[in-house]
């Protein structure tokens, strides 16, 4: 049985709207929905520019809908988190009333049987709206909105910005050599495949030598040196971003392990301050106690605490620069 390991990556962030689709949201907790006019047309959502001409709007707005007519649709039936809605539901394409373009929302039908392109749909509004797409929950078949019991009101300022929370989940298969490598390193160990072609070292399970296209399994296997020098590094600053939890700048290093070719990147180095950090430095691994492990974040890359500087002269060989991987 293969084993998966299932990841996500999210990037918050927020963006500024602009006077056009700053005004569209507004609207939206007024439980209006606005289109813009550009020549004969009016277009839903609003846009800035003629999508004709590229020229500039001028900011004449007008409202459109509430209902609508389906015009294209597809059928979402195994919703995930990221979906609007947490049952089936359709996409669809709706051309509001007295707009000239389409504007993309669910619509919550019940069933993909009572989907149908030319149906009239009209939103089911949020009691609490906060100027963003979703205000509207979905559109219902009907022609009426559907208003929910106490209503969260309009929003008192013009709504200029907007959270937006991107992230993709995704699973990884396992391999056994991979599998084998994170329980050499909780023991404290780097677990290294050596190809006998070509003789070259991998770490991190990698299971082939990709210049041999040759397996590398148990036989291959091999413990990697503890000690290394550092032949790059980087000082970051960083970015208060949300789930960032340093706050100073700190040093990454990429260490060359003795006796090897096997280049770890961006590793940790202790007890060092930034202004000492220098390529040729001598580094030793410090794995973390059976009582620190306890501690380490869920999100820590085994038990590698880090690099601690050994005292040994530096190497200075001006080609170390050069290695990185
Ligand atoms: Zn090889």
């Given at each position: 049985?293969v084993?998966a ?8 962030y ?8 700053g005004?569209f949201?507004?609207a ?25 001409t590229?020229?500039?709007l001028?900011?004449?707005?007008v409202d459109?809908?509430?209902?609508g ?5 597809s ?9 609007p809605?947490?049952?089936p539901?359709?996409?669809?394409l709706v051309?509001l009333d007295g707009?000239?373009?389409t ?14 392109t030319g ?23 009907g022609?009426?909105?559907?208003m929910p019991?106490?209503?969260g009101g309009?929003a008192?300022?013009?709504v ?13 298969p396992?391999?056994p050599n991979a599998l084998?490598?994170?329980?050499a ?8 495949l ?23 399994t ?9 000690h290394?020098?550092?032949?790059n590094y980087?000082?970051?600053t ?5 789930g960032?939890?340093e ?9 060359w392990?003795d ?5 770890l ?20 691994a410090?794995?973390?106690s059976?009582?620190?492990k306890?501690?380490?974040?869920a ?8 690099w601690?500087p ?10 170390l620069?050069?290695r990185?991987?």
């Open positions: 049985m084993q390991v299932q990841s996500t990556i999210q990037f918050p927020k963006r500024s709207l602009g006077p056009v689709v005004a949201m507004t939206l907790t007024d439980r209006r929905i606005i289109g813009i006019r550009s020549g004969d047309r009016v277009i839903v959502p609003p846009l800035e520019w003629n999508p004709d590229g020229d500039e001028a900011h004449d707005f459109v809908g509430p209902a007519t389906v015009v294209s649709w059928w979402v039936a195994r919703p995930t988190v990221q979906h809605l947490d049952h539901f359709a996409f669809a051309q707009a000239d373009t504007l993309l929302h669910a619509v919550d039908a019940g069933s993909i049987d009572a989907m149908s149906m009239r749909v009209a939103p089911r509004w949020r009691a609490a709206r906060i100027g963003h797409i979703t205000d509207i929950e979905a559109f219902v078949p022609e009426e909105p559907v019991a106490g209503d309009p008192e300022e013009p200029t910005m907007m959270d937006y929370n991107a992230s993709i989940t995704y699973s990884l396992v391999t084998r490598a994170e329980q390193n909780a023991e404290g160990r780097f677990l290294g050596r190809c006998p072609e070509c003789g070259r070292t991998y770490t991190g399970g990698k299971g082939y030598c990709p210049v041999d296209a040759l397996e590398l148990t036989e291959h296997e091999l413990d990697l040196p503890q290394g020098t550092v032949t980087t000082i970051i960083p970015v208060q971003y949300p960032q939890t706050t100073d700048p700190f040093a990454r290093v990429h260490v392990l006796d090897t070719d096997v280049i990147g961006y590793q940790p180095l202790l007890d060092t301050p930034n202004d000492d950090v220098r390529i040729g430095m001598r580094v030793a410090v794995w973390a059976e009582a620190e306890a501690d380490l974040a999100t820590a890359e085994g038990s590698l605490l880090g601690m050994t005292g040994e002269p530096d190497d200075d060989d001006p080609s620069v050069n990185i991987q």
